[in-house]
């Protein structure tokens, strides 16, 4: 058995969103403490998202990346809602069917698989 979305998406999501997140705020003049501090994690998991050593498994598409470009506006101005843009960009990538494809590349080895969801949002 393979693994599951919920898996995938802690494995591999979150990382990819963390270091595009990272990659945005440095390009928008944030160090790497500061990086560090906005999105709650050490400064050593910073520096590997910016140096493509972590969650530089595949790339988003031009509707996530904008998203998390809106997300990188919201949690500069206000940190505490972090949590609530990274459920933001999650469900964008659940809704158009990006984490289906993510499990039957990392996950699922049976065609036909009904285990993803989308959600309407």
């Not at 979150?14 to 440095?26: F, G, I, M, T």
């Not at 928008?28 to 998202?49: C, M, R």
């Not at 940190?79 to 984490?99: C, R, S, V, W, Y």
């Not at 494809?101 to 959600?119: A, M, N």
């Amino acid at each position: 058995m393979g693994k599951t979305p919920q898996e995938i998406e802690v494995w591999y999501v979150l990382p990819a969103v963390r270091r595009e997140l990272a990659v945005q705020l440095k390009r928008n003049g944030k160090s790497q403490k500061e990086i560090a501090e906005l999105l709650g994690i050490t400064n050593a998991a910073v520096s590997q998202y910016l140096k493509d050593k972590r969650g530089c498994d595949f790339q988003f598409d031009d509707l996530v990346l904008n998203r998390i470009k809106k997300s990188v506006s919201n949690i500069t101005r206000h940190p505490e809602d972090l949590f609530g843009e990274l459920k933001a960009i999650t469900n964008l990538i659940q809704k158009t069917g990006f984490l289906c494809k993510l499990h039957q590349k990392y996950g699922h080895e049976r065609p036909g698989c009904r285990s993803c969801f989308v959600i309407n949002v």
